[in-house]
C-alpha cells in the first residue's frame, strides 16, 4: 500500500483528508487510486490503514479502517550536518538519508563550500522538504525527517544537542568510526537509546579553523577509512555503519 502523511488535525474520528497538493496529484494521476483503493496513513506518531471513499479536486477523503502499532523509526536520533555541495547532489542526499532513517537534515554552508547562500534559498528548502516528505512515504516512515534551513556551519554547529557528537575529517588518523561506535555500542542495549549529531564536509573537506569550531563544541573527529568518500557518498555510509552499530 502507498503511505501518505497528514497532519493530526486532518485524521478526525473514523475519517481522513488529504489536502496535500503534492499528494493528492499523486493519488489521481500518477498512482491512479480510485474509490475503494487502500492506503497507509500516518500523523507522526501513529500510523493507520484507511480506504479512500471521495477523491475531490483538491482533496481526497476516505474512513480509517485500522490502527497499525508498527514502528519503524530508528532506535538511534541521527542529525546529519552536511556541507553544502555543488549542483543538486543535497537533494539527493536529503532522499537518501529519509530512506535511511536519518531524524535530521542541516544544510550547512562552509568554508570550501562551492555553493554560498543567495536569495532563493528558501526556495531551495522547499524543494528539499519535498524530497525528504516523498522519501519518507515511499520507505514507509512513521515521522518525515526534519530538514533545516540553509545556513552557516558556524552558527548551526550552536544549535545542536547529542549525547554523541562526530565529525569526519580525512586526516584523522588515531580514531577510526568503528573505533567510536563500538566504545559507545560495546553491546549494551542501554547505549542504543541516543542521539548522534554528524558533521560532513563539502567538496575540498573540513578546514582547520571548522575543525577547531567543531571540537570546541565537543565533536570529536574520526576517519570513515582510508579510502577519501566524495560528499554525497560519505555522509551516507556513515549513517549506514551507525544504524548498524546501534539499531540491529
Known sequence: MNKFFVEKSFVVGSGFEILNPEDVHHIVHVLRLIAGSRILLSDGKNEYE?????????VVKGKITDLNRSFRER???LSLI???P??????????????????????AFMD????????????????LLKKALSACEQSKRNRVMRVGK???????ILDIDADIKLIAY??????????????????????KAMSIALVIGPEGGITDSELSIASANGYKPVSLGGSILRTETAGLVAASMIFYEFDL
Open 170 to 191: 580525512e586526516n584523522e588518523e588515531g580514531n577510526t568510526l568503528k573505533d567510536v561506535l563500538s566504545e559507545y555500542g560495546n553491546g549494551n542495549d542501554a547505549c
Open 75 to 77: 532506535k538511534v536520533e
Open 50 to 58: 484507511g480506504v479512500i471513499e471521495d477523491i475531490g479536486g483538491e
Open 150 to 156: 540553509l545556513r552557516e556551519f558556524k552558527d548551526i
Open 112 to 127: 570550501r563550500s562551492i555553493v554560498k547562500p543567495t536569495n532563493k534559498d528558501d526556495e531551495k528548502h522547499d524543494r
Open 82 to 84: 552536511q556541507g553544502i
Open 86 to 107: 555543488k549542483a543538486k547532489k543535497i537533494e539527493f542526499i536529503v532522499e537518501k538519508a529519509a530512506e535511511l532513517g536519518v531524524m535530521k537534515v542541516f544544510p
